[in-house]
Nanobody
Framework: QVQLVESGGGLVQTGGSLRLSCAAS????????MAWYRQRPGKQRDWVAS???????DYADSVKGRFTISRDNDKNMVYLQMNNLKPEDTAVYYC???????WGAGTQVTVSS
């Protein structure tokens, strides 16, 4: 059974930083691409970033240059370093096995202006 558990969300001021973590279990982590999505209030869930097995990364234009996705295959962890946060980054952030229907419960990120 695949389980994804996010942590690291919280309240931060504009310009601040947060690091989200996702602990994965129940899958062959090192052969799966992983991703982060977010759902802003009243909006659909949007893709934020993904990282392939090769460690190649892709980012949504809205976060490019501010967010960094990374993974640790030894620990079955994926991370999202978020810098220079803006109020529009306020959302629930979800970890995902990329292109699969496996999701964590999400972690709330709130950026105050």
């Amino acid at each position: 059974q695949v389980q994804l558990v996010e942590s690291g969300g919280g309240l931060v001021q504009t310009g601040g930083s947060l690091r989200l973590s996702c602990a994965a279990s129940g899958l062959l982590f090192n052969i799966n691409a992983m991703a982060w999505y977010r759902q802003r209030p009243g909006k659909q869930r949007d893709w934020v970033a993904s990282i392939r097995v090769s460690n190649a990364t892709d980012y949504a234009d809205s976060v490019k240059g501010r967010f960094t996705i990374s993974r640790d295959n030894d620990k079955n962890m994926v991370y999202l370093q978020m810098n220079n946060l803006k109020p529009e980054d306020t959302a629930v952030y979800y970890c995902n096995v990329y292109l699969h229907d496996y999701w964590g419960a999400g972690t709330q990120v709130t950026v105050s202006s």
